[in-house]
């Protein structure tokens, strides 16, 4: 018995200190997250100072928790475009900011929607008369739009610009299906549908070329005119048209030819750029960095800003990245998680108007349905309903936008695409040349069907396709109902093409120019609200406490070195592989009847954890399918 008390009072003993250790833990994590939340007492004035460190992007996914400790990894870090105009809006008019930094070192990207938004806030800091200056090491197309509305544009002695306009290389994998012996089945509607081109061919069809070059025509030409806008002396044409000429004028020397086409004003390292911060909002006393100077971070300013609040709320919805069926998001358009926040908005908040703020490629049929129809909930309220199109709102994100009073718009976003697409792969001609063959009795054409290994019947061919034909028919009976135009007319601008911003509101798919705010402010009016008399409420959870403190833990300490041109050029790698993976899911992924923009520019995203469930299979592939046929 005394060996057995021992035993038992030192497992007793080891418990107890477990229970101590993990208490320690609780509270020690309980403190970090009560203190982790910027407080308004550290806006000390100086300098606003943006760190880009990723994306600018229209809604920023949430951290999960268990994910980010495990892997030891959150997604990029991303910045809302509507956080960063506020911010900017809010420094012009604030006495204690006397300029704003533009930390692009490691800055990744947005939509040209954004970064226009973003550009035009700088401008109107510029005309309170306070300095914006711009950082970085190198720069690309991304970096140069956000940096031409600075004062000062600065970089690296070591680095240099990268001036490449839209557009490249698409992967076609016909030949490789080919050669895998896989039998890919496509249904589509669409002459301009290219959704599915690079399953069934080797290279882009002729309707595709045509779309392609109008598309990135336009948005090439909306950069540029952007960017000479902002630096009238800019030589963009010499860099971007010959740029072999640009770099051999100046020896190879990438910064010293971005000086001389205006593209940069100075060169300088981080330390020389600080001292210069340092000439212009002071030194800070409490900083241990070389030149540090007084400064305020985003987080802290905007939490001193707080939330908008007043009277007559303004509802917000936001409809941001490939709608899928589900609760997936934010960052990713689930249709049942954006239809509850739209139901429990319209049980619980008296919402005098509806915005509708679309940044969306598309997707799940369903998933689009499902949006449309809590959306038209709203408006047989009777309240205005308006639809901000930021840099995409093409396909399923067009079939969204259909219960609009009023669709908005910006020159560069992408819309249209109406068009419908299904794919489904079959193994037959595998399972033959490996020697298995399938063999059976139906009773009926469909019985069994379809057979991914024995292959499909010609009648379960011709169902999907006349399902898929209904859905484009649906599709452009909603379009035309909304904008007032036959279904024939909808047909002509539609069969899958994708049009630039103005040219669809020359085709009738869009109302106005404008962003959000102008949106905002049209939808209020039309409530009869008065021009200070409403506030936007944006729909949807916060941010939380331990989400700010999981990116600050696990992304700021990635690393905080600069790239160059050639890194920003082996960056694109990452981006490849990104695609192919994409394109592999949507042949044998459960996806369903998409209305889907593929041939759209990519909206920057930063990298997620694949959602895809292991345990579906080719059977699982069908029965989703079919369940999502209208």
Not at 18 to 26: C, D, I
Not at 247 to 252: I, L, T, W
Request: net charge neutral; aromatic share 8%.
């Amino acid at each position: 018995m005394s060996f057995a008390g021992r035993v038992w009072r030192l497992l007793v003993g080891i418990k107890d200190g477990l229970v101590l250790v993990f208490m320690l833990a609780f509270f020690a994590l309980l403190f970090t997250v009560l203190t982790a939340r910027p407080s308004p007492a550290q806006v000390r004035g100086g300098a606003l100072v943006l760190n880009l460190d990723g994306y600018i992007v229209e809604e920023k996914q949430h951290v999960d928790p268990i994910e980010a400790f495990i892997s030891n990894r959150v997604p990029t870090g991303e910045y809302q475009a509507r956080d960063l105009v506020r911010a900017l809006d809010a420094a012009a008019t604030d006495s204690r900011i006397k300029a704003v930094v533009l930390d692009l070192d490691r800055f990744l990207g947005g939509g040209q929607v954004h970064l226009a938004e973003v550009g035009e806030a700088l401008d109107r800091v510029r005309a309170a008369k306070k300095p914006v200056l711009a950082f970085a090491t190198a720069y690309a197309n991304d970096g140069l739009l956000l940096a031409a509305h600075a004062s000062e544009v600065w970089m690296d002695p070591l680095g240099g610009a990268f001036v490449a306009g839209p557009g490249g290389s698409q992967l076609y994998y016909k030949g490789l299906i080919d050669r895998l012996k896989v039998n890919a089945h496509i249904y589509r509607v669409g002459t301009y549908k290219s959704a599915v081109e690079p399953y069934f061919l080797d290279a882009m069809s002729p309707e595709a070329r045509e779309n392609y070059q109008g598309l990135y025509g336009a948005l090439w030409s909306e950069w540029q005119a952007n960017v000479a806008k902002a630096r009238p002396k800019a030589n963009v044409a010499l860099a971007a048209n010959a740029p072999v000429q640009w770099a051999q004028a100046a020896r190879g020397n990438l910064a010293e030819a971005s000086v001389q086409a205006g593209l940069v004003d100075k060169l300088g390292s981080r330390a020389e750029f600080d001292a210069r911060m340092v000439k212009l909002v002071g030194a800070d006393s409490w900083s241990d960095r070389l030149n540090g100077y007084q400064s305020t971070n985003l987080g802290p300013w905007l939490d001193h800003l707080g939330a908008p609040s007043g009277r007559n709320a303004v509802g917000v919805v936001t409809i941001a990245g490939e709608i899928v069926d589900g609760d997936a998001g934010p960052g990713t358009a689930g249709g049942q998680r954006i239809a509850d926040l739209l139901d429990d908005a319209l049980i619980n908040q008296d919402l005098k108007a509806l915005v509708v703020r679309v940044d969306s490629p598309g997707g799940s049929v369903l998933a689009s349905e499902e949006i449309r129809r809590a959306i038209l909930r709203h408006k047989a309220r009777g309240i205005p309903v308006a639809v901000s199109m930021a840099n995409l709102a093409a396909s399923g994100g067009y079939w969204v936008s259909t219960p609009a009073d009023r669709i908005f718009a910006e020159p560069d976003t992408i819309t249209g695409s109406i068009g419908i697409f299904a794919v489904l792969p079959s193994f037959e001609n595998v399972a033959r040349s490996i020697g298995v063959n399938a063999d059976g009795v139906r009773t009926t054409p469909l019985a069994g069907q379809p057979d991914f290994i024995g292959g499909f019947t010609p009648e379960v061919d011709q169902l999907i396709q006349s399902q898929i034909e209904n859905g484009y028919a649906q599709f452009l009976g909603r379009v035309a109902q909304a904008r007032k135009m036959t279904p024939q007319a909808v047909d002509r601008v539609a069969q899958g093409r994708v049009w630039d911003g103005g040219a669809a509101r020359q085709v009738g798919l869009v109302d106005q120019y404008g962003g959000l705010q102008d949106a905002l402010q049209w939808a209020a009016g039309k409530a009869g609200l008065a021009k200070d008399g409403w506030y936007p409420v944006y729909l949807g959870t916060p941010e939380t406490t331990y989400d700010s403190l999981l990116r600050r833990w696990l992304v700021e300490d990635e690393g905080q070195g600069g790239r160059d041109v050639a890194g920003i050029m082996a960056a694109r790698q990452t981006a490849l592989g990104q695609r192919m993976r994409r394109d592999l899911d949507r042949l044998l992924g459960s996806s369903g009847m998409q209305a889907y923009c593929l041939e759209c520019p990519a909206t920057p995203v930063g990298s997620r954890a694949d959602r895809s469930s292991p345990g579906e299979g080719w059977l699982a592939t069908l029965a989703a399918l079919v369940a999502r046929l209208p």
